[in-house]
């Protein structure tokens, strides 16, 4: 494909990849715009109409939906002035579909701004074979034939699988511009996890949702398929999550280990009600908070310090400072970002008041 890749374009001509979360809530889709510039900002970048009743967002009788952009990346497939266009998705009278969820969470970022909120997500998955079976796992069903705390971390073709994906997922999400933090083989064997920030506001989903993309087309060139599904492999393995660390000004100033506190109690007493939300699947995350493999039970709210058996995870230096971050452990790892920092956001700080009237945050001025 290089020898294709490599030929000039007319001056006045960019690929534009369009990218979106469909009504499934977790799978992105994406189709390709020819522009005479490059967009460097959403702003930039002209709406997309296509047929939402293929994407399980639209009725065939009023098919059509509107894409709007959101945030841009460089394209690390085809590379720069080529780019990659985030979009949310609006039905056709205007308003946000089922799974635009980025809306409700950028006006919370809008609102709350001047707390500055941070958030840093650590995505977990797993990489399956075309046949739907662990990457590297015994054909035929069977399991590794090694203890799963050698996998963490692990080094060597007997403990990881799939470390090549994973180099040039690291490498094109940092190409693209991603606030991307570092890489990490995980408990279950051909399971991974990547980090993204610490980041402020609504580009830390953002680039959790382009990274997942990028991943899904690394992978696709090796014929791997990527599942973030809570419990890919069954009850008696590890899952998969997608731990969300959040913290605001206050909680970062001295004294701030107190309003910590105040927010844990305020994510107790709404326990249920981000539970409903923290996964695409409620029964697979379910199956994953059972209590094992460092996860705490799906009813039952918890906390702790440098405790990895509890809903929320305080740092042991956290509270030694007395200021920092708390760490949500309950999002699987199917989750939509933009619902759990909505949520934490909503919870902690209180509900956003007149929306702010754009789907977008501020962006600078196009080049």
């Not at 002209?46 to 009788?61: I, L, R």
């Not at 949702?209 to 991943?215: A, G, H, L, N, T």
């Not at 996964?279 to 379910?286: A, F, M, P, V, W």
């Not at 740092?315 to 933009?338: A, N």
Request: glycine share 10%.
């Amino acid at each position: 494909m290089d020898r294709f890749v490599k030929l000039p374009m007319p001056c006045n001509k960019i690929l534009a990849t369009y990218v979106w979360i469909d009504g499934s809530g977790i799978n992105l889709r994406n189709k390709d715009k020819i522009l005479t510039c490059t967009p460097y900002t959403p702003e930039a970048a002209p709406d997309w109409a296509f047929d939402g009743s293929s994407t399980g967002q639209a009725t065939t009788d009023n098919s059509d939906t509107i894409l709007k952009p959101c945030a841009i990346y460089r394209d690390p497939f085809r590379m720069e002035p080529h780019m990659l266009i985030l979009c949310e998705v609006y039905a056709g009278d205007g308003k946000p579909v089922a799974t635009n969820n980025r809306k409700f969470c950028n006006d919370l970022c809008e609102f709350h701004k001047a707390e500055e909120p941070w958030f840093g997500l650590e995505q977990e998955y797993t990489m399956l074979d075309v046949d739907g079976w662990g990457l590297g796992w015994p054909k035929g069903g069977g399991f590794p034939a090694v203890k799963y705390e050698f996998s963490y971390c692990g080094v060597g073709a007997k403990y990881v699988a799939g470390r090549d994906i994973v180099e040039c997922h690291a490498k094109a999400c940092l190409y693209a511009g991603c606030d991307f933090e570092g890489t990490n083989a995980e408990v279950m064997f051909s399971s991974w996890e990547w980090q993204i920030g610490t980041t402020v506001g609504i580009k830390a989903p953002d680039d959790l949702w382009i990274s997942r993309y990028i991943m899904s087309r690394v992978a696709e060139s090796y014929g791997v398929d990527i599942t973030y599904h809570p419990k890919p492999m069954g009850p008696k393995h590890p899952g998969l999550g997608m731990h969300h660390n959040f913290s605001t000004k206050k909680m970062r100033s001295d004294g701030g280990y107190k309003f910590i506190e105040e927010c844990i109690k305020k994510l107790e007493t709404n326990h249920l009600k981000h539970m409903k939300h923290y996964s695409t699947d409620e029964l697979g995350n379910r199956m994953r908070l059972s209590g094992k493999f460092e996860t705490a039970p799906f009813d039952k709210f918890s906390w702790g310090i440098a405790n990895r058996k509890v809903s929320i995870r305080i740092q042991r230096s956290v509270k030694e400072k007395g200021r920092g971050f708390l760490e949500d452990r309950r999002p699987s790892g199917d989750c939509d970002p933009y619902l759990v920092c909505g949520l934490l956001l909503e919870t902690c700080l209180g509900p956003a008041g007149r929306s702010s009237g754009s789907p977008c945050p501020p962006t600078p001025k196009c080049r």
